[in-house]
């Protein structure tokens, strides 16, 4: 695929473990600081089962998910919920916190 910002990158692999985890917790922190930890949950293990079609539709909402991330984050943070282990990694941290 090509990639016209070399900086952002095209593929999940290409953001390192640690970066995700980083990521996954910041999304995390701003849900339940919000008071969103329910709907979030919700709306995370309905979209599970077809999370890569979830990470698309992050295009859609992204007035609200850029309220979040700033710049590439955004698109880091797409791909990153492109897999199953992610997505659950996001509940988990989001029902450790509250």
Known sequence: MLNPNSEIPTLLEDIPE???HAL???A???ILRRGL???AIIALETCKPLNFLGS???IAFSPFVQ???KG????KFALILEKDA???MLIELIESQS
């Open 18 to 20: 640690s970066e995700q």
């Open 72 to 75: 590439d984050e955004y698109h």
């Open 24 to 26: 996954l917790e910041k």
């Open 56 to 58: 698309q539709f992050l």
């Open 37 to 39: 930890t329910t709907p």
């Open 86 to 88: 992610n997505v659950e």
């Open 67 to 69: 309220a979040i991330f």
């Open 28 to 30: 995390a922190t701003w």
